[in-house]
């Protein structure tokens, strides 16, 4: 799939997130100082949307806003329970004041 403009740059501010649609597929855009990250916007524990939760900016994680658990930025990899699986992270870069996203495919 080719790179997707997802939002503007100004969109989403330092420490906030964005939940976006790219090709149907939920995904949670978050900022963090100089750093971007996308990743799946359902919690793997019970379908919930990341984009709600917390952002943890010195752990690089988001904590789902319904039981707690948090996800690396990174690798989508749960940290705490009750989540066990993984969500996706797809690629992402700013070009100018574009926010750009690369979904590889796989469920978000
Ligand atoms: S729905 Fe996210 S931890 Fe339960």
Known sequence: M???RVCATTDVADGATRRVDVAGLRICVV???DDWYAIGDRCSH???SL???AVW???CEIECPKHGSMFSLATGVPATLPATQPVPVHRIRV???DVLVTVDGGDA
Do not use: K, M, N, T
């Open 51 to 53: 984009a709600d939760g």
């Open 2 to 4: 080719p790179e997707v």
């Open 31 to 33: 900022h963090i100082g």
């Open 46 to 48: 019970d379908d919930f």
């Open 95 to 97: 070009e100018g004041d």
């Open 57 to 59: 900016p010195d752990e």
